[in-house]
């Protein structure tokens, strides 16, 4: 199947930094989603992208999908303890395929 | 409140025997599919149904069987586990193929040994 690359896989950071993640993939989407797991829970979805170029915020959250179609970028800003999570990329096809990024695990230190 | 449920939450079971994780969401959704999810693997599909009576294969689709005989449920069907099979499992449904965002069920831990 498809293939995400998403980077990187770990971060540690203090509490008040600034985040970024990203995904890549050698084949080109229409639509990248980004989605975040709370520990011990199912992932819930953070942005939905639809078209190149486009820039999305969700509150401290923003994600770009790449101009090429072929990358995204999510950024959080100021994060804080609750931010602890993985997060993940993923891309679905028109025949109903989805296709999820090995994700990017994020520990906040308050 | 809109939700997709799964049954058990946790199972651990032996080499062989037959199991169902049983999935239901109360969206009227028509797209419904499974996941596993493995430390360092992301999730993975395994099957997916854009409807009632039709089910595709996804990505990691062996040793497991689907059904989707009405429109708010679609069980994982493990006939023979093996050990390799122990993960993490999600369900997830969504209105329909061409709505990308899923709801996701709040996962099985299965244990095969």
């Known amino acids: 199947g498809q293939q995400l690359n998403q980077s990187p896989q770990s971060m540690f950071i203090q509490e008040g930094e600034d985040v970024s993640m990203n995904c890549t993939s050698s084949s080109i989407f229409n639509t990248w989603l980004w989605y975040k797991q709370d520990p011990g829970e199912g992932p819930v979805l953070l942005i939905a992208?639809?078209?190149?170029?486009e820039l999305t915020s969700n509150g401290r959250l923003t994600a770009q999908f790449g101009i090429t179609r072929k990358d995204s970028f999510l950024n959080i800003s100021a994060s804080i303890p609750s931010d602890v999570g993985i997060y993940f990329c993923a891309v679905n096809t028109n025949a109903g395929k989805s296709t999820f990024g090995d994700g990017t695990t994020l520990t906040v230190k308050p | 409140e809109a939700q997709v449920t799964q049954n058990p939450r946790y199972l651990i079971t032996v080499t062989g025997k037959k199991l169902t994780v049983t999935c239901s969401q109360n969206?009227?959704?028509?797209?419904m599919s499974w996941y596993r999810q493995d430390p360092g693997l992301g999730l993975r599909q395994i099957y997916y149904s854009m409807n009632v009576e039709v089910t595709d294969k996804g990505d990691v689709p062996e040793g497991y069987k689907v059904s989707r005989k009405e429109k708010r449920n679609f069980p994982l069907i493990l006939e023979s586990p093996s050990p390799n099979q122990t993960s993490l499992y999600f369900c997830?449904?969504?209105?329909?193929?061409?709505?990308?965002?899923?709801?996701f069920g709040p996962g099985t831990r299965l244990t095969v040994t």
């Open positions: 992208l639809y078209k190149a170029g």
């Open positions: 969206m009227n959704h028509e797209y």
């Open positions: 997830a449904s969504t209105r329909d193929v061409n709505t990308y965002e899923q709801y």
